[in-house]
């Protein structure tokens, strides 16, 4: 497959996405894969701009025959994955559901990641679902070209459901619905609330308040208070836009960041600041005619139980 850059300059991954409809994460995955080129270069970084009359080619041929022969698990990482928990909630032919550890998802480097994990299981994994590192919980991956394209596609339209758990700092009073537009900024890595914006929305149910005690005696001493917090709200999210780093961002806007969340303005930090309370809980949607849903606790789940 060709596709000729018509005007203007883009980042490949976005270029994709939009000309293949597909995801921005399933456009990514073909590049680390080594299927894109442009002319007749091979793309190394999801990042590379293109400009008007570059000739890009992806291997779709190969796309749809499952070639993961030339994909190495990086030797490091090897004794990683092989004392890594990654419990399976539920696997067919065409996808696996995991409960996501704190890890990567997308190879990003040589740092250990679930793609790279599945591919050492013997998987031949399609990202089209993504979440933080940090975050934790219900993740899709799909297994198969076809079942790659079908859930992107979900994806993009807003057919999935996904429910997730927080605990954020203060208090919040009432039930909210975050409208707040999202924006990349000048920092690598931040999103922030902005006019002009992507448009995001964002379901907020509180659902029991939490006192410092709890999360101190819980965490013990992998947990560091900055400032002196005393109350905290646990809350069930339910996110309609996809928007990289929304709860996070929506979250913080509101001035209740998410515990852990040093990024977006937390003032506690957790395990060193490589954790924060965000968990993927619930996701659910339909695949060729079967209803799917997927669930999991969170490890903190005992703080509010």
């Known amino acids: 497959m060709e596709v000729i850059v018509a005007k203007n300059s883009a980042r490949i991954d976005k270029f994709l996405s939009e000309n293949l409809g ?14 894109v080129s442009v002319n007749n270069s091979l793309v190394n970084k999801v990042s590379k701009i293109i400009k008007e009359g570059d000739v890009v080619h992806i291997k779709s041929k190969y796309l749809k025959e499952d070639k993961f022969e030339n994909i190495q698990v990086e030797l490091k990482n090897i004794e990683i994955y092989k004392n890594l928990e990654v419990p399976i909630l539920f696997e067919n032919d065409d996808i696996i559901c995991i409960n996501k550890p704190v890890i990567n998802v997308n190879k990003v480097g040589s740092n250990p990641s679930i793609y790279e994990y599945l591919i050492y299981k013997g998987l031949k994994p399609f990202i089209v679902h993504r979440l933080d590192k ?12 076809e079942t790659a ?6 994806f993009k339209n807003r057919k999935v459901e996904k429910i997730y758990f927080a605990i954020v700092e203060g208090v919040v009073k009432q039930n909210l619905e975050i409208h707040s537009a999202i924006h990349h900024t000048s920092t ?27 999360l101190a005696r819980y965490f013990a001493d992998d947990i560091f208070f900055n400032k002196n917090i005393e109350d905290f709200s646990f809350l ?64 903190w789940y005992i703080l509010i139980s």
């Open 22 to 35: 597909i995801s921005r994460s399933l456009a990514q995955e073909y590049i680390i894969k080594g299927l």
């Open 188 to 214: 690598p890595f931040r999103k922030q609330v902005i006019s002009y914006g992507k448009e995001s929305t964002t379901i907020i149910k509180v659902k029991k308040y939490l006192k410092k005690e709890s």
């Open 149 to 154: 394209e079908c859930l992107s596609l979900l």
């Open 236 to 299: 069930e999210v339910q996110i309609i836009t996809g928007r990289t780093h929304q709860i996070r961002v929506h979250c913080s806007e509101i001035g209740h960041p998410i515990v852990g969340d040093t990024r977006y303005s937390s003032s506690v930090s957790i395990s060193k600041g490589r954790v924060f309370l965000l968990h993927s809980h619930k996701i659910s949607f339909e695949l060729w005619g079967k209803k799917y849903e997927f669930s999991c606790l969170p490890s």
């Open 134 to 145: 940090q975050t934790t919980g219900c993740l899709v991956v799909a297994k198969n070209y």
